[in-house]
């Protein structure tokens, strides 16, 4: 699953590929919300990103991603 964390003040935003479920992210960033603590996600690749709730601007839930095989046009 693709997410995208924009953080206030920063003109970047995070990128990565979840395994989690879309509703378990969603869960996951309600509960950060709710306690104002911080939202915690770990990539395909078992990187970790912590982000303190009250920094978040956005956090973008996007479809599953597919693995592709070959080469595209």
């Not at 995070?14 to 996951?28: G, M, N, V």
């Not at 509960?31 to 990187?47: C, I, N, P, Q, S």
């Amino acid at each position: 699953m693709e997410v995208k964390i924009g953080i206030q003040q920063s003109a970047r935003e995070i990128a990565l590929e979840s395994p989690l479920s879309a509703d378990e992210i969603a869960s996951a960033v309600s509960a950060a919300l709710a306690d104002g603590g911080v939202l915690t996600l770990d990539d395909e690749k078992g990187r970790r990103v912590i982000v303190p709730a009250d920094r978040l601007a956005y956090v973008e839930i996007g479809a599953e991603a597919s693995r592709r095989v070959g080469f595209g046009t």
